[in-house]
């Protein structure tokens, strides 16, 4: 008899087990908006609490934990994951840890170099997406003077920090990484004045963030540093990382359209 009531506390603990699985995953695809929207503030509250409290466990947590918390959120929602943004997803996590685990410059020097790479990649994404013999003459002129004022400023700031910089190699880096946003901020704003579409709209905004948490880095490591600058620099990158999955999201939810009126024409021509 005891051995029967501890089968049947066993097959209780699994089902249980298994319909609070079920409750949830379903819960989470009913709701996934609010529920990955939410994770978003709830890690914007963790740098927040973090910095203001001057907790740094919190602060390193909250930076390590952001993209995989996301991307849990979203392999509850897709049956497969983009393999473009799971490369972009992989270098952006390892930069990630480069920047909570520095130690010294070489450790710095380390997150610049990944950082750069993983906006080559988002630029080697969306350059075939730049359609440039298709661009209308004015918008032409109008990105080729914002790419030629920009790449003038990183000139100058290039001469600023020559002089507060003494390693050549770590300025090279920081010239490299500024000149790979620059490239992508020119090509994701040509994309989006091209297609007007809200992908390209996300995609910018993640750019971006990207850029401006970029500037709060070099301000707060090379000229002033301010807790609140750390603060908003992982803020800001934080929605840019959040941009990027609904972006990829868009572009899913656009294929998965796509193919239903592909599948329904089709289904015309047949009849």
Same mark, same amino acid.
């Given at each position: ?26 819960? %989470? ?28 466990? +919190?602060?390193?947590?909250?930076? +390590?934990?952001?993209? *995989? ?14 393999? *473009?943004?799971?490369?972009? %997803? ?26 750069? =790479? ?9 350059? *075939? ?9 004015? #918008?032409?002129?109008? %990105? ?48 989006? +004045? ?10 910018? =905004? ?32 934080? +929605? ?28 015309? #021509?047949?009849?």
């Amino acid at each position: 008899m005891y051995g029967f009531d501890v089968e049947i506390a066993f097959i209780f603990y699994i089902w249980n087990d298994l319909l609070m699985f079920y409750i949830m995953k379903n819960y %989470l695809k009913n709701n996934f908006n609010k529920v990955f929207f939410s994770t978003l503030l709830l890690i914007l509250s963790a740098h927040f609490i973090g910095f203001y409290t001057e907790t740094q466990i +919190l602060i390193q947590l909250s930076k +390590l934990m952001l993209i *995989p918390l996301m991307l849990l959120v979203l392999s509850v929602h897709l049956k497969s994951i983009a393999f *473009p943004l799971l490369v972009f %997803l992989i270098f952006s996590f390892m930069g990630d840890m480069s920047s909570v685990f520095q130690s010294n410059p070489d450790s710095l020097r380390s997150e610049s170099v990944i950082y750069f =790479l993983s906006y080559i990649y988002l630029a080697s994404v969306v350059i *075939p997406k730049f359609k440039i013999f298709e661009i209308d003459k004015l #918008i032409g002129i109008y %990105l080729l003077l914002v790419f030629i004022i920009n790449v003038y400023f990183l000139f100058i700031l290039y001469g600023v920090l020559k002089a507060v910089i003494p390693d050549s190699t770590e300025l090279l880096v920081f010239g490299l990484k500024s000149l790979s946003i620059i490239v992508l901020i020119f090509v994701s704003f040509g994309v989006y +004045l091209n297609t007007q579409s809200e992908s390209a709209l996300l995609f910018l =905004l993640a750019v971006m963030c990207f850029a401006f948490s970029t500037v709060l880095e070099y301000v707060s490591v090379y000229y002033l540093y301010h807790w609140s600058f750390e603060m908003f620099n992982n803020m800001i990158y934080t +929605l840019g990382i959040y941009f990027i999955f609904k972006y990829s999201l868009e572009i899913h939810k656009t294929k998965v359209t796509v193919h239903k009126e592909h599948a329904f024409t089709s289904d015309n #021509i047949l009849a």
